[in-house]
């Protein structure tokens, strides 16, 4: 059923769709209209609202569909974000009405591992040879593959070059090396403290931009400094001195140095008319956005480390795919088509390209696609670089609550000084214990 594709009908088709924008109404009708008079059609339910990343994966299944006309179609259906896919495909599940396949981070997916939902993908037969190992193992529970790598970010550190070029003397007496494209960006987090002071001083604005209720840049801070959310015995632990530290940092940056600013409301994207954005560290899946709402040049590097050479450490973000029980043996094979589709390393370079994703592997990194967009497009080097040091967050079925209404929450309150750090993660880490006890729900 699934028919191998070239580079070329790829880039003549799925490529040219992407890049031009089939728009995404339009990409959505066709897929209605081929789903509508095909024999077999399984729902997929996603969590992308726009921006590039829906009509790359609209375009795509569009090209699935057409090779497949007249046996199989996938139906793409949006769910809202993330939240409210997971919230839908609970109900969902509650009222035995599943789709085939949907999006789920690892924790998603432990939650529906508790409902017995999950399809066990090994037995599907689905190719993941090409795929990190990091990536099947934050998949794999007891040994059995329940979800699939699809859209996996890396966190960055975002830049405006713009200013970094109007405050170079600035910069470069301060002592912030040029890189490769002459540009003083911090590869240090000591260069970053000292560059966000030389930008404050110069604008008289906090340049450094962050979400306190983005978990994913605490954990940026935390990881970098040798964080770990387990402690020696195991235990889930969110109130490690790393974790205080971490967070002792970003309120020092905000207070104390002022030379970030929490950003309270949106996504920094979303934001930049508010003052003078200089920095932050955010998704590579976010880039899209930042080139299309920034009038600025947007730059992006690994995120600063410790001094030894390396990037510091970030956090993987973005969802799996995974498949539903309850599916016919002709709708799971479609799912399986489709699943060894969309991850192949040609059609993931061309999603990567399109989206900021990460190469699923070394077989779409290297792959021709990727590899021309490097060289067109240098920046995204520091995608592929910042792979290697980036960590998971746990993937445990109580993380959702955890990272969003206990241990975010807590970030939150010390960055806006409701609380001290120590004080909001000891409270966070009582919260969690009582809800991994079953006290609390
Ligand atoms: C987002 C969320 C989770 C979990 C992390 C979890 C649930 C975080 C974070 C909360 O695919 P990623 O890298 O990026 C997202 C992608 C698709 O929406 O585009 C990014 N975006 C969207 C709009 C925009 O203006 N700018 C932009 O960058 C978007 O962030 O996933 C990162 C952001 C958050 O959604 O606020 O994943 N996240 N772990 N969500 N439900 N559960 O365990």
Known sequence: MFKRITTATLSLAALAGVSTGLAQQEAQDQIDALCASSPVTIEFWHGFTGGSLRPTLENLTLEFNRQNEGSACVRTVGQGNYTDLSTAVLAASAAGNLPVMAMGYENNIATYLRAGVVEDLGALGIETDHIYDNFIEGVTWDGVLYGV?????????????????EYDAELATAGIPQ?????????????????????????????????????????????????????????????SETGVAALQLLVDMSYETQIARPITDGYINESFALGTYGFSTDTSAGYTYYINNATFDVGVAPMPGSGDGNPGASVFQGTNLLVFTGATPEQQAVARDYINFLTSPEVNAVFAVATGYAPLGDAAAEHPVYQDYLAENPDFQSIPDQLPFAQFEPNLAEWQQIRFDILGNAVVRAVLQE???????????????ALLAGETR
Do not use: C, I
Request: proline fraction near 5%; charge should be negative.
């Open 179 to 239: 890189n490769e494209d002459g540009v003083r960006v911090p590869t240090t987090v000591e260069e970053f403290n000292t560059a966000g002071e030389v930008l404050r001083l110069m604008t008289g604005e906090p340049t450094y931009w962050f979400m306190p209720s983005d978990l994913a840049t605490y954990e940026d801070w935390f990881f970098s400094m040798g964080g770990d959310f387990y402690d020696e015995e195991g235990n889930l632990t969110v109130n």
């Open 419 to 433: 609380t001290t750090p120590q004080q909001a993660l000891d409270e966070a880490q009582a919260q969690l214990e």
């Open 149 to 165: 790598p699809f859209n996996k970010s890396v966190h960055l550190l975002y830049y405006n070059r713009d200013l970094l070029l």
